[in-house]
């Protein structure tokens, strides 16, 4: 009879670690899972256009045209091909590149 009980204890003791490993792994790929998402979602292409941190217009002007594609609005964003605002949907602008970094100076921005 004693051995009997010992062997459940055992029993629950084991049954109790598995289903505690297994919720601790589904909830770790679940982490994993969203942090896939994130980093999917700061790699798309509209998201880059947002320029942060000190801008470099001659690393943005890829055909060497000397001009770039500007929000009205939100001066760091900035394209090399016309597109849209992703932070208000407004048309990006056709500027020269000295125009863009005239902008961006006057509202503060670091431009290379
Ligand atoms: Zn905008």
Redesign the pocket.
């Known amino acids: 009879m004693k051995r009997l009980s010992v062997i459940i204890i055992a029993a629950v003791f084991v049954i109790s670690l598995f289903s505690l490993a297994s919720c601790s792994k589904s909830s770790k790929s679940e982490q994993m899972k969203n942090m896939q998402s994130q980093q999917v979602n700061t790699q798309s292409p509209e998201e880059s256009i947002v320029r942060k941190g000190q801008i470099d217009l001659n690393a943005i002007d890829k055909n060497h045209d000397g001009k770039v594609y500007q ?1 009205q ?2 001066w760091n ?1 900035i394209s090399d091909v016309p597109g849209i ?6 048309r990006l602008q056709e500027v020269t590149i000295d125009k863009a970094r005239e902008n961006l100076k006057e509202n503060g921005f670091d431009v290379k």
């Open positions: 929000d609005m939100h964003v605002c992703p932070l208000c949907d407004m």
